[in-house]
């Protein structure tokens, strides 16, 4: 059972240049989550995705846009990097039964921005 | 609006010294709580949770206990070993589906 599997693990951008970083899990949940991790400031939401079909913005979506495309996959596209993008990204999915139920996550892509 | 605020790294311990790990949180309502840890060059992963006041998560000797009057949600472990060092983030489940994260507290563990 692979859980979530996020690609690529590393990336190196140039200012201005495009990407789409790939998520997918494989436990059937409903919602997925695309963070960003920087040093010292916990992880901020960037956009999530209740369910196939809906997303909404979290903390911190400027530069950023997202699409679900089916149930299982959830991607986040940088359309002009910037420096201030550098960071660790991490996608998560959960299933939310009534309680908010834990979130599973992906080993993380690394992203710097030159 | 709801946030967590847990202590500051980073934490160092010797081998088999008592862990204590402050969370505090602020929310309406009664959300439920989670301790993740984040091994170096690895995702979060759930460590403990509890979803009601008075209610004790465990997992791997670790615990936290869900204190409503205090808010609070501080985790403790009896005697840490080095496989312990690791970034441990404390959470509220929000509104919206969304977690609400502290900032984070690493523990180094020296042997």
């Known amino acids: 059972n692979a859980g979530v599997t996020q690609t690529p693990k590393f990336q190196v951008l140039k200012t201005g240049q495009s990407m789409t970083l790939q998520c997918a899990q494989d436990?059937?949940?409903?919602?997925m989550y695309w963070y960003r991790q920087d040093p010292g400031m916990g992880l901020r939401l960037i956009y999530y995705s209740a369910s196939e079909g809906t997303t909404d913005k979290g903390e911190v979506p400027n530069g950023y846009n997202v699409s679900r495309l089916n149930k299982r996959e959830f991607s986040l596209r940088l359309e002009s990097a910037a420096p201030s993008q550098t960071s660790v990204y991490f996608c998560a999915s959960s299933e939310v039964e009534g309680a908010y139920t834990e979130a599973f996550f992906g080993q993380g892509t690394r992203l710097t921005v030159v | 609006g709801d946030s967590v605020t847990q202590m500051e790294g980073p934490v160092t311990l010797s081998e088999e010294a008592f862990l204590t790990i402050n969370c505090t949180y602020t929310a309406t309502g009664y959300p439920s709580l989670f301790w993740y840890v984040q091994y170096p060059g690895e995702g979060l992963q759930l460590l403990l949770k509890?979803?009601?006041a008075d209610d004790k998560g465990s997992n791997k000797g670790f615990e936290a206990t869900y204190r409503k009057e205090t808010t609070s949600f501080h985790l403790e472990k009896g005697s840490v070993q080095v496989s312990d060092s690791a970034v441990y983030f404390c959470?509220?489940?929000?509104?919206?589906?969304?977690?609400?994260w502290g900032a984070g507290t690493k523990l180094i563990i020296k042997p």
């Open positions: 436990m059937n949940h409903n919602s």
């Open positions: 959470a509220l489940g929000g509104s919206n589906y969304q977690l609400i």
């Open positions: 509890a979803t009601k």
